[in-house]
């Protein structure tokens, strides 16, 4: 079993600036690609940003102020967020597709999710 948790989440000023974090845990053997999405009240969950490999990719809405980096022997991903603004408001979670230990194929996992506000 794998588990995705995240951290650094919280209240923060429009313009200013936080760092998420999320650390992959459990029989990990390789993680190919991961990834944040964001959850705003009544909306649907949607992608921020991927790493796979090296490369990254970003939504439209984050480009220039959003990124995304890892540490493959931590198992950690981060998400540097700058100049936020209220819209950026939501439940963020880390997703990753993970080779297990000892199994077949590859495995979608999420993390718990942490908020992040953006208010004066």
């Known amino acids: 079993q794998v588990h995705l948790v995240e951290s650094g989440g919280g209240l923060v000023q429009p313009g200013g600036s936080l760092r998420s974090s999320c650390v992959a845990s459990?029989?990990?053997?390789?993680?190919?690609?991961l990834a944040w999405y964001r959850q705003a009240p009544g909306k649907q969950r949607e992608l921020v940003a991927v790493?796979?490999?090296?490369?990254?990719t970003y939504a439209d809405s984050v480009k220039g102020r959003f990124t995304i980096s890892r540490d493959n022997a931590k198992n950690t991903v981060y998400l540097q967020m700058n100049n936020l603004k209220p819209e950026d408001t939501a439940v963020f979670y880390c997703?990753?597709?993970?080779?297990?230990?000892?199994?077949?194929?590859?495995?979608?996992?999420w993390g718990q999710g942490t908020q992040v506000t953006v208010s004066s």
């Open positions: 459990g029989s990990i053997f390789s993680i190919d690609t």
């Open positions: 997703y990753a597709i993970v080779q297990v230990q000892g199994g077949v194929g590859r495995s979608h996992y």
């Open positions: 790493i796979s490999g090296m490369s990254t």
